[in-house]
């Protein structure tokens, strides 16, 4: 029996490739963003720390100077947190270019593999008439066979 051979196999092979590699770009974007929103995060606990330090030094006791320390790092962390959300919505669009480029390598990798389907289902449908040609031969060679004897 024939072997079925993709003529582009090695154009498969290589959309596998560029597939797993944006897959793997994919999911490093994602990381950073996760750890870009964790910091996010913390800077906002910190703020609520701060904040509440400050309520407290307010209502024991007037230390102006710790007042005003307290208010310049609420001050602080809320200018730090309007740069984290920058740098969080730049490295979403990070991931968000990722994860278009591993769709077009998916749509490129899915297009080669309906490829060799269809080539593959032609060469079926080759090698099923290959074979019923070889079994209409058989008949009639047989046929052939028994009118000969029977004449």
């Known amino acids: 029996m024939a072997k079925f051979i993709f003529r582009m196999q090695n154009i498969l ?7 797993d590699q944006a897959k793997a770009a994919y999911a490093v974007e994602l990381g950073v ?3 870009e929103e964790e910091k996010l995060r913390q800077l906002g606990q910190r703020l609520t720390e701060f904040q509440g330090r400050l309520r407290q030094e307010m209502v024991d006791f007037l230390d102006v100077f710790r007042i005003r320390e307290l208010e310049n ?3 602080n ?8 959300k920058i740098v969080i919505a730049n490295q979403q669009l990070r991931v968000n270019r990722a994860r278009q480029e591993l769709d077009e390598a998916m749509k490129e990798r899915k ?9 593959f289902e032609v060469f079926k449908q080759e ?3 290959q074979e019923q040609k070889e079994v ?3 008949v009639s060679f047989r046929f052939g066979d028994q009118g000969e004897s029977e004449e």
């Open 127 to 129: 090698i099923n008439a």
């Open 77 to 84: 962390i809320k200018y730090n947190i309007q740069l984290q």
């Open 73 to 75: 790092g609420i001050e």
């Open 33 to 35: 963003l996760r750890q």
């Open 111 to 119: 297009t080669y593999e309906k490829l060799r389907e269809n080539e």
């Open 13 to 19: 092979s290589i959309k596998y490739k560029l597939e």
């Open 136 to 138: 209409d031969e058989l």
